[in-house]
């Protein structure tokens, strides 16, 4: 059926409808315009067409109960008819296609005619005139392409992920150096340009205005050798000028970030999402398995009217309460929940299934009775009934046909829920005495609220007795889970993760607030949140139940306003008893608050298939690696392979520490194109030839690119990272202090070089290279300033390890031995070309005492960075910062445009309830993962395999307890259901005719879209029977 959507496939199977139509009563186009049809509309054309659900079935040989019959033979003449249930991957681009467009780049385009020309002009030898030099020149320009290429691809190949996913936020930092790459290459271009243009008419107005010679046809070659040496020098400038490592430094340092991250537990999906988590400003983040170590255990319980602070001892329990609670968790779990023996001896019983559940069969055990005798007295295909858990409901039940013939329906669900549907509980003799309203209301202020702020997890179990004539109207819910007995009331601990509070405590002092979105008891919640150290007591702080905050942020309509939640979200801590709807409108309305100057950035973490929208609206989504379903991780950025909140803070540290690799690399450029781009110009325009040659201008290219990307992108982070703030979206890339390293540095380096440029001949005592002829050999001069030029870039590079006016630039350089490798490697090369360079170099061997010259004025940039670093940045007024990226930069406008659409789609989907999920999912392909995520899951764990078929069973799997099933009006609470009839018709679910067909009854309709009406979305409607089984 996956193939449906598929137009190729369509237009090759019309030919077989007409041949098949008689075996099947349908075609494959009825069936595409009826999936097409949503709500009421496909409701009516089944009727009309089919004559209900079981006409379309008997049509298409299924039954809605048991489905396909299986047969070999059947299921190739199904798939030959109706195709395979697969969606065909998109074809791969392949490398010369992405080589072609990573030629588009336009930084690299530069530098593409800049190397044809050189390269053409390369070619031309006038007569009797030998060309090496200039051949090595143009080679040398080529030399660029393939790093800038390989680049470009990697860049391609990330682009085209993020255009597939849909990501709304461009990469901040992307844009700033976008923004930045185009200014320096625009000053670059006029710098070129200024400097042909000088060399050009200086030449000209000496040779035929101050000297007064005439251009003879003889002399011809020789002027335009000229004309062809100031072209290069241009184009060298140019090329020096044009930072074309600065994409390839930010692919270096995601690439050597990402790999790293999976030692601390994060696999990264999206690279720009390790940047952009260097500037989250706020988390909010799961309690279960995320905060705590999600593995439940009963430690207190409320049973015989006996509040028991900790296991009761079996005999201190009724006979017959014990009996029915031990039926009661056993039979009202899901199957695949159980507790194996520990994998090593002393170690803890293994977990397998939902955690609530093993925590209620770690119970029974430790009543010292056993569940697999009632599980195998009372297999999964007796079950009669089951209402499975959602987030309406908040509970689950399951009936079960007593031997007599009546009915027993077993309950459990959250405390304060299913209290309200209690009307007795089991006394102190285990039998059942009347339980009125204000018993309850002494019961949760007596038992409940004191567990819940010990921070425990209140489940309560009951159960009803039903006659087997008449029999009850399974359908009519509201009735069949009312006027409960209960057993007893149990407190579930699940303990924090002994290294939570340390990284909450270090996520609070980097500037970024935590807050806990949860499902659980406002005052288990707030309990948990103390622990954890995300609220501390005598804080101005909120904890919102979603029922609170939903009436908080909406007005008299039910809309929501921004308004409204700007005054919420700056104080909110907690969320209690929320829904997926309400973590999407909470990141949602954080995400786009006006209300502090810098945007926030919203980290998000989710397990389940609802936590999709959010997962995608925040700007960095954590799914869960262990609990999280297919679809979570498929919306999702980054996955925490262990479950834990800590590695969110390692994922804090290494985003910051890509950005700070950054900068450190641009202060070290930036000074490096300054001072060559100064000294090419200004040596040109005086002694018409540039100090620094073309191919040794390649050379320090290639190291202030290439290697220094690779040596100051892969600095590995340390915690310092976080004792300062988040930096913010508007952060100039280029701070005040490094513009003050790079502008220092550069003066330094400028005096020297000019220095040497105009009187290191008389220091060194030796011929001057200054306006030598042409085509005449290197000079020992020239040599002496370019290998200068070269070590005081290795030893500022040094230097650029620290970009926040630090004095020890040595602080940790062994712990990065790519670094040392690099400046080690880099200087051997640097004496193999100056000692042995020779022509192709325009080097000339250089003595020893020549060489410690060289290596000492390198040395200087060490000293000379000491005395930068004492200068107050705060006294340099004159400093301005670069690389903002502005409000209007920050997004294109057609991601705007999408955006735009995307929130009033979703405020008008959140007024009529749960489509808004379904359309989240759509968008990243559900249907393909769903299938996915029930296969996995319903494999997962199952240990016989005639249980694998269960629906109960994997219906009732964590990963599958998907909520917000049924449309749910956010104004009014769960637990307000029963006072209100009004929403009792729209709130309950009906069933599908099959009572054993319970778990298509749960209303998981992934496949449907609900957004016409209550009624249409029902899992008993013919539209959803059909595609179930289907």
Known sequence: MGDMTNSDFYSKNQRNEANHAGEFGCTLQELRSLMELRGTEAVVKIKETYGETEGLCRRLKTSPTEGLAGTAADLEKRKLIFGKNFIPPKKPKTFLQLVWEALQDVTLIILEIAAIISLGLSFYQPPGEGNEAKQQDGAAAMEMQPLKS?????????????????????????GKLTKLAVQIGKAGLVMSAITVIILVLYFAIDTFVVNKKQWLPECTPVYVQYFVKFFIIGVTVLVV???EGLPLAVTISLAYSVKKMMKDNNLVRHLDACETMGNATAICSDKTG?????????????????????????????AKTLDLLVNAIAINS??????????????????VGNKTECGLLGFVLDLKQDYEPVRNLIPEEKLYKVYTFNSVRKSMSTVIKMPDGSFRMYSKGASEIVLKKCSRILNAAGEPRIFRPRDRDEMVKKVIEPMACDGLRTICVAFRDFNSSPEPDWDNENDILSDLTCICVVGIEDPVRPEVPEAIRKCQRAGITVRMVTGDNINTARAIAIKCGIIHPGEDFLCLEGKEFNRRIRNEKGEIEQERIDKIWPKLRVLARSSPTDKHTLVKGIIDSTQVEQRQVVAVTGDGTNDGPALKKADVGFAMGIAGTDVAKEASDIILTDDNFSSIVKAVMWGR??????????????TVNIVAVIVAFTGACITQDSPLKAVQMLWVNLIMDTFASLALATEPPTEALLLRKPYGRNKPLISRTM???????????????????????????IDSGRNAPLHSPPSEHYTIIFNTFVMMQLFNEINARKIHGERNVFDGIFRNPIFCTIVLGTFAIQIVIVQFGGKPFSCSPLQLDQWMWCVFIGLGELVWGQVIATIPTSRLKFLKEAGRLTEKEEVPEEELNEDVEEIDHAERELRRGQILWFRGLNRIQTQIRVVKAFRSSLYEGLEKPESRTSIHNFMTHP??????????????DDT???EDPALKKNSSPPSSLNKNNSAIDSGINLTTDTSKSATSSSPGSPIHSLETSL
């Open 334 to 351: 899901a199957y695949t929940t159980k507790i194996l023996p520990p994998e090593k001896e002393g170690g803890l019983p293994r977990q």
């Open 739 to 765: 513009m003050k390293n790079i502008l220092g540095h550069a003066v330094y380096q400028l005096t020297l070089i000019f220095t040497l440029l105009f009187v290191g001949e008389k220091m060194f005592k």
């Open 657 to 670: 520490n890509v950005y700070d690799s950054i900068s450190k690399f641009l202060q070290f450029q930036l």
């Open 290 to 318: 995320t905060l705590t170590t999600n593995r439940m255990t009963v430690v207190q319980a409320y049973v015989g009217d006996v509040h028991y602070k900790e296991i009761p001892d079996p005999d201190s329990v009724p």
């Open 150 to 174: 390989a680049e470009g691809g990697e860049g391609d190949d990330k682009d085209k992920k993020k255009s597939n996913m849909h990501k709304k936020e461009k990469s901040v930092l992307q």
């Open 959 to 972: 990963e599958f307890r998907i909520e917000d099933s049924q449309p749910h009006i956010p104004l009014i």
């Open 976 to 978: 307000d259901l029963e």
């Open 241 to 243: 000028a044009v930072p």
